[in-house]
C-alpha cells in the first residue's frame, strides 16, 4: 500500500512562504497526474495545483503566481512552493497521486499538513 507523508506546514505571517513536501514510500507506476488539495474549517476539500505526468500544471486561480508545484525526476516527492501566503491560505493541505490502473484511476491521499497564516 502506497503511503504518502507531507512536512512543511506550519505557522506563518502574510506575506511568508512556506514549502510543502509530500514523499511517497515507494515508487509508483502509472502515475497520471499529482496534486495539492486543501481543506479550511467548514469548507470542502479544493484543488489548489496538480501536475500531469507529462509535466503539465494547473493552478487554482487563488494560487496563480503565488505557489509552484514540483516534483523530482523520479515523482517520489511532490513539492509546493508557496510565496506571498494570505490569511485565506490558512488550511491542511492533502498530497494526492492518481494513479491510472487499466480504465480506472485510483487516488492515494497523504494524511495532510497543517498551514496557518496569521494576518
Known amino acids: 500500500q502506497v503511503q504518502l507523508v507531507e512536512s512543511g506546514g506550519g505557522l506563518v505571517q502574510a506575506g511568508g512562504s512556506l514549502r510543502l513536501s509530500c514523499a511517497a514510500s515507494?515508487?509508483?507506476?502509472?502515475?497520471?497526474?499529482m496534486a495539492w488539495y486543501r481543506q479550511a474549517p467548514g469548507k470542502q476539500r479544493e484543488l489548489v495545483a496538480s501536475i500531469t505526468s507529462d509535466g503539465s500544471t494547473n493552478y487554482q486561480d487563488s494560487a496563480k503566481g503565488r505557489f509552484t508545484i514540483s516534483r523530482d525526476d523520479y515523482k517520489t516527492t511532490l513539492y509546493l512552493q508557496m510565496h506571498a501566503l494570505k490569511p485565506e491560505d490558512t488550511a491542511v493541505y492533502y498530497c494526492?497521486?492518481?494513479?491510472?490502473?487499466?480504465?480506472?484511476?485510483?487516488?492515494?491521499w497523504g494524511q495532510g499538513t497543517q498551514v496557518s497564516v496569521s494576518s
Open positions: 494526492n497521486v492518481r494513479v491510472r490502473y487499466r480504465t480506472l484511476f485510483i487516488d492515494y
Open positions: 515507494e515508487n509508483i507506476l502509472d502515475i497520471n497526474s
